[in-house]
């Protein structure tokens, strides 16, 4: 499992870093990847797509994604019930709670 704090901006400039990132730390093929987007203060259209792309395992992201900090965030909680993406994540309240569930 592999348990990344995203922060600030995720838009066309940023999204290319993060995704080079989880490819690098997903080569490892870990069975879970948790991103916690409660520092994110903008998710653009790229950043959809990246999240999109890391739920479905594609372009070299491996694990089974869970998103935390989503509800507390309204940038973030707003762009995703707005597009109606929202269904489509596995989101959670609590980052500790749900890191003991899966190692469990």
């Known amino acids: 499992m592999i348990v990344i704090a995203v922060a600030g901006e995720l838009d066309m400039a940023t999204a290319p870093q993060l995704r080079t990132y989880l490819v690098d730390k997903s080569a490892s093929r870990p069975s879970h990847v948790v991103l916690n ?5 903008f998710l ?3 950043g959809l797509s990246l999240l999109i792309d ?3 395992g594609h372009g070299g992201i491996h694990g089974q994604l869970h998103l935390t900090g989503v509800t507390p965030n309204r940038q973030v909680a707003r762009t995703l019930d707005l597009t109606g993406l929202t269904p489509l ?3 959670h309240d609590d980052e ?3 890191i ?3 190692t469990s």
Do not use: C, G, K, N
């Open 54 to 56: 890391a739920r479905d």
């Open 89 to 91: 994540f596995d989101i």
């Open 44 to 46: 653009a259209s790229h």
């Open 37 to 41: 987007l409660a520092a994110v203060t």
């Open 100 to 102: 003991q569930h899966l």
């Open 96 to 98: 500790a709670e749900l």
